[in-house]
């Protein structure tokens, strides 16, 4: 067997009789003695597992005696569902507050499963309890799982994703296979918050959601029906994997009027989506164990690309004037990419300073190093004109460009862009190849006219007064019904507001009860890297009228109190 000589280690610091029942597989085994009472269940399946496990001696195995149970009110968690991985990007609370979400989520802990106490799972990960309290205290707050004093931590019975409609993957039965069985790569790309399954229409205040009942259905069915009619047999074969030219063409033109992008349209690749574009730009551009500057509080989409790559994001704050360029540089001197939202940074709403952003640019010239900006919102700005983009001020070639058309026409289109320096194309085309070979031809064909003829740009028009409308209507309503309780700093830009708490107010609290009483308002917390900083709400508005911002205020009143 390839874990032999882990298992011989084992051997030596449990004893031969624990190694027995090692080899079951996934036979459940309570560890006893001085931990009995937290009836703990591990699963010991494979040699990663004995591997972590090994990890942490001072797991002190030896000094617990294993014994067989099978109790039905048993939590079955342990190193192997948890694998805190020491050399992971990703902070330690972090990875155990997801872990043990993903655990209740996939149902792999049931409703009303005991957790061990923070003491025992502390010493059993080798990690501080302070970190261990940490995300039993947000999983708490959060409502997964539920304290009963005197007697432990449990997992809820009413998960708060049932009140989401997130439909929660159900353990395999016994036998077959499951997630256990995936591979290390397999486990760190399908491990993340955006597999959740939206199966509502979106509802106040779920934010990166345009107006979609506002979108030109007519013309773009007119479209769609004008190339369809045509019999478009030039359109269906397999074509270039960097996109229809006549829409990279557009894009081109696109960004270098409204984002004063400098680029060709041989640079631009077209992708589903900018999640496509971060995926694509990590895995060709960094290796496992890189390091990158990840904004926090940031975007969940591109924490999720790197650590799916098994890169390792470095949480760096943001301040006043965007990324703190000077704290990335301390906190990871040697990170090859910046990851970055200057326009409108997500979620916060900072947008960079032209001194930030020439510092950050420097810093990628200087020392070689890659800045990833992604562009998402950057349309909707309503003071001034749009804040130009970094990209357009890079003179050698540090920075990769992205954009969508998720916000400005609507998500499920699937379709967005990347820029790179002319001598990636090649790279990014065969691996756009690889990954889906390329973008559905007549919707590119169709979007490509659509840019051409202006269209694009007066509904862009058309919707920047609505959603200036939406603010202002969502920022009255909030100093009317909510002034003292959240404080609104003014958002120049975007689809969203960030309302801060009052000190001490914890963020995932109120959210959760708001989304019990029906309104989305996400934690600033569920954004965040690292524990603590003021609680805030994530208030999208795009998408809704004004009599429904009204009510949701109501019911968000209520959930503050
Ligand atoms: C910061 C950021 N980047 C990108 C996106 C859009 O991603 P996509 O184009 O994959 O829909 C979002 C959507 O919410 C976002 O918030």
């Not at 069985?181 to 199966?199: E, K, P, W």
Request: with cysteine; aromatic share 8%.
């Amino acid at each position: 067997m390839s874990d032999l000589p882990l298992r011989k280690k084992f051997s030596r610091s449990i004893g031969n009789g624990a190694l027995g029942m090692l080899t079951n597989g996934c036979r459940p085994i309570t560890l006893n003695s001085r931990i009995t009472h937290v009836q703990h269940l591990l699963f010991l399946r494979s040699s990663p597992i004995i591997g972590s496990m090994q990890r942490s001696t001072n797991y002190r195995l030896h000094r617990a005696t294993l014994k067989r149970s099978a109790g039905p009110k048993e939590s079955a968690i342990g190193p192997a569902g948890l694998a805190i991985d020491g050399s992971s990007g990703s902070s330690m609370y972090r990875q155990l507050y997801d872990r043990l979400q993903s655990a209740i989520l996939e149902g792999r802990l049931r409703a009303g499963a005991k957790l061990p106490s923070t003491r025992i799972l502390a010493r059993e990960l080798a990690i501080a309890r302070n970190t261990v309290m940490g995300a039993y205290e947000q999983l708490l707050a959060e409502g997964y799982l539920e304290g009963k004093t005197g007697s432990g931590t449990y997992v809820a019975r009413t998960l708060p994703d049932a009140v989401l409609n997130v439909t929660a993957v159900r353990t395999a039965a016994p036998g077959k296979r499951n997630r256990a069985q995936l591979s290390r790569r397999g486990q760190a790309l399908a491990t993340n918050r955006l597999g959740f399954r939206y199966s509502d229409p979106p509802r106040p205040f779920r934010p990166g959601t345009p107006a979609i009942d506002h979108f030109p259905f007519d013309l773009w069915s007119r479209l769609l029906a004008k190339y369809w009619r045509r019999e478009p047999a030039g359109l269906l074969p397999y074509t270039d994997p960097a996109g229809y030219k006549p829409l990279r063409q557009a894009i081109a033109n696109y960004i270098a009027a409204a984002r004063a992008v400098r680029c060709e349209a041989e640079q631009i690749i077209v992708v589903s989506g900018a999640q496509q574009a971060l995926d694509l730009a990590t895995r060709l551009l960094l290796d496992p164990g890189d390091e990158v500057w990840m904004e926090d509080p940031g975007y969940n989409g591109a924490r999720a690309a790197f650590l799916a790559a098994g890169v390792k994001p470095v949480a760096v704050p943001i301040d006043g004037c965007g990324l703190d360029v000077a704290r990335g540089e301390k906190l990871s001197s040697h990170a090859r990419l910046a990851y970055v939202t200057p326009s409108h940074q997500y979620p916060t709403g900072v947008v960079m300073t032209l001194s930030r952003r020439l510092e950050l640019l420097r810093w990628a010239e200087r020392k070689h190093r890659w800045i990833l900006e992604d562009d998402y919102d950057s349309e909707y700005r309503y003071a001034s004109r749009p804040v130009a983009s970094l990209q357009g001020l890079d003179k050698s070639g540090t920075v990769i460009y992205c954009g969508t058309f998720s916000k400005v026409l609507f998500p499920s289109l699937r379709l967005g862009y990347i820029v790179v320096p002319a001598g990636l194309v090649d790279s990014f085309r065969g691996a756009k190849a690889v990954v889906d070979r390329h973008c559905p031809t007549v919707e590119q064909a169709v979007l490509a006219e659509f840019i051409a003829e202006g269209h694009l740009a007066r509904h862009i028009r058309r919707m920047r007064m609505l959603y200036l409308e939406r603010k202002d209507a969502l920022l009255e309503i909030l100093r009317r019904e909510l002034a003292g309780a959240l404080e609104v700093h003014s958002h120049e830009a975007g689809m969203h507001v960030v309302g801060w708490l009052q000190e001490g107010k914890r963020d995932s609290v109120v959210s959760r009860r708001a989304l019990e009483l029906g309104v989305e308002a996400p934690a600033l917390t569920s954004y965040r890297e690292t524990a603590g900083g003021r609680g805030g709400l994530v208030l999208g508005y795009a998408a809704y009228s004004e009599p429904q911002l009204r009510e949701a205020v109501r019911i968000l009143a209520r959930a503050i109190e």
